[in-house]
């Protein structure tokens, strides 16, 4: 078993990361997300290696057509799209050895938590954890709290919970929602102990500025990252919004200065 600064180091850039997500033709549908530009997915290939990403996340049928090699890849073991109505679940579509096959070095599986179905994406995550353990890749848990019982899944509370399931559950990195403000998300932070948290995009913001003033909140609270996708690929210039979140996540810069240079 590699140890746990292996499996994400290829990830990280001084401590810090910003992945490109690219499952929303699955979850959402194509014809909610893309227009025709990035419903191909080469176009987004070239915005995760011309952007600066640290990763990108595709499911296993595009991974198999599309990837190419240039930025580390993390493949999403299950999936679900949007016509189901109910309780939500998502079930395993991909091997973690098929995964790796396609040249993952990481895994991603997306939790419900506090879904009626919750211990069946518990279960499934934890045996995917122990075999990407053996493999040495990266096990990265999406932890959305949804379903009936959730109330505001960006609360303190709710935010926080997800982040400490994904401790407890073994995950390398937990992609949780932001909680709206810096001091909240610390908590979440703090929750999820030596478990990485990346903050989760979410749909297109009103303003870059609004976008970019979460990132920076995030990353104040300590958070590893960011796993962005629709901010990024329906923006209307892909790699200028790139550029300004690398300059807030591993340059430190404000909001201010970004926007500024714009
Ligand atoms: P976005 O930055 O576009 O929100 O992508 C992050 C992500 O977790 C995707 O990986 C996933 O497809 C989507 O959000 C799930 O969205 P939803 O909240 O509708 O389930």
């Not at 679940?89 to 050895?97: D, E, F, G, L």
């Not at 989760?200 to 990132?215: D, N």
Request: glycine residues 10%.
């Amino acid at each position: 078993m590699k140890s746990e600064h292996n499996r994400m180091e290829v990830f990280l850039k001084n401590g810090r990361s910003m992945l490109l997500a690219y499952d929303q033709g699955l979850e959402h549908g194509p014809s909610t997300d893309f227009d025709q530009t990035n419903i191909d997915p080469a176009h987004i290939m070239e915005i995760a290696a011309r952007g600066g990403f640290n990763g990108v996340v595709f499911q296993k049928g595009v991974a198999e057509k599309y990837y190419d090699g240039r930025v580390p890849l993390i493949v999403k073991l299950n999936g679900k799209t949007s016509l189901p109505k109910g309780e939500p679940t998502s079930k395993q579509t991909c091997s973690v050895k098929y995964a790796e096959s396609l040249g993952a070095k990481g895994v991603g599986y997306t939790i419900y938590l506090g879904s009626q179905f919750e211990s069946e994406m518990f279960a499934e995550f934890g045996s995917i954890q122990e075999q990407a353990r053996d493999c040495g890749l990266a096990a990265i848990a999406w932890v959305y709290p949804r379903g009936a019982a959730i109330q505001n899944d960006t609360s303190k509370e709710i935010v926080s919970y997800a982040a400490r399931a994904a401790l407890e559950l073994g995950a390398d990195a937990a992609k949780i929602k932001y909680t709206g403000d810096r001091d909240s998300f610390a908590w979440a932070v703090r929750a999820a102990g030596k478990t990485k948290v990346f903050m989760s995009g979410g749909p297109k913001a009103p303003t870059e500025e609004a976008f970019l003033a979460q990132v920076k909140g995030a990353i104040d609270a300590g958070a590893t990252g960011l796993a962005v996708g629709r901010n990024v690929w329906q923006h209307r210039e892909p790699l200028a919004i790139s550029e300004s979140l690398r300059k807030i996540i591993f340059e430190n810069k404000t909001v201010e200065a970004v926007m500024a240079r714009l």
